[in-house]
């Protein structure tokens, strides 16, 4: 990975500074410990490859502290504010897997942390998400409102209208745009929504959360 171009989130979980505690699991009750290993991470005929492994794998730093898999985590040094994003993936099937390609605010220090604070607060963009036993249905969300549970999310599943499932590529898209944001799978549009559905508790601006740039994941 180039270091100018992408970083790694490892571990477990992270530290949130709003709660001042430690969130397991990335707040979503996953059991993976993430690494910057190339087994996990690599590139091979010029395509990036994510590898989840079926490991024990002992926390580097306590070791009474093992997890049954590993994976990688990688984050976009560049940022983006409107546009349209658009990204080639193929994912893999199985019970259990949840791969996910999505946009957080621009604050790597502190993960889903923008100028309105922190998630959903500054806002999530899911560009797709994919369930393993789901094998020809994936998703595209919006994540936003206050801190859990007042947090709110707007979601639309859809079935992969070209043949092959999830486990072959197909290219995944958002166009987001300042008053609104829309989905798309091999260019056949399957959600749109607009600002008068999301909204933002920290500030008075109709565009906000989704108005600052974010980072891809």
Known sequence: S????????????????????WIPGWGNNELQ????????????????????????????????????????????????LY???????????????????WMLPANHDNPGNGKYGGWPKSGEIDIVEAKG?????VSGALHFGDFIPGNRCISKDTKIPRLGGINEFHVYAVEWEKDEIRWFVD?????VITCNEWDSVAANNVSAPFDQPFYLI
């Open 2 to 21: 180039d270091p100018l171009l992408w970083t790694f989130d490892t571990d477990n979980g992270f530290w949130n500074k709003d709660l001042q505690q």
């Open 33 to 80: 410990y993430y690494t910057n290993r190339p087994l996990n991470v690599f590139i091979n005929d010029n395509k990036l490859n994510i590898c989840a492994r079926n490991e024990p794998f002992t926390h580097p730093d306590n070791s009474n502290i093992t997890y049954p898999y590993t994976s990688a985590r990688i984050c976009s040094t560049n940022t983006i």
């Open 83 to 101: 546009g349209r994003i658009e990204i080639r993936a193929k994912f893999p099937i199985g019970d259990g897997l949840w791969p996910a390609i």
């Open 133 to 137: 036993r789901c094998h020809h249905h």
């Open 187 to 191: 260019d056949v549009l399957f959600q």
